[in-house]
């Protein structure tokens, strides 16, 4: 089981990227599959996150309208789109995959497989 975020990198405020999240050794429409971010000396924040199965997506407050979350099931991968990014979103973002209720997608200690983290860097 094993998860591979990518995508990361500089940009200037107002920019956009893409992340990918891609399984290997699973299937991920089993699976919620979690987007989190960490600024140094942060705690780990929830953005998004999205039921592998049906599709239905939950966003931050502080993402809400900027940020998209998708799947591509045929490459076993997931998304985020990112746009409109500010300074504040800078940090390293993390995929985790859960199977706990929909209840409790939100908190980071449900979530029991991680990927490496890929930097977001936003200039002023």
């Known amino acids: 089981v094993q998860l591979q975020a990518s995508g990361g990198g500089l940009v200037q405020a107002g920019g956009s990227l893409r992340l990918s999240c891609e399984a290997s050794?699973?299937?991920?429409?089993?699976?919620?599959i979690g987007w989190f971010r960490q600024a140094p000396g942060e705690e780990r924040e929830g953005v998004s996150c999205m039921d592998g199965y049906d599709g239905r997506t939950l966003y931050a407050d502080s993402v809400k309208g900027r940020f998209t979350v998708s799947r591509d099931i045929a490459k076993n991968t997931v998304y985020l789109q990112m746009n409109s990014l500010k300074p504040e979103d800078t940090a390293a973002y993390y995929c985790?995959?859960?199977?706990?209720?929909?209840?409790?997608?939100?908190?980071?200690?449900?979530?029991?497989?991680w990927g490496q983290g890929t930097q977001v860097t936003v200039s002023s």
């Open positions: 985790a995959v859960t199977q706990i209720l929909w209840s409790y997608v939100e908190s980071a200690r449900n979530y029991n497989n």
């Open positions: 050794g699973f299937a991920l429409d089993s699976y919620i």
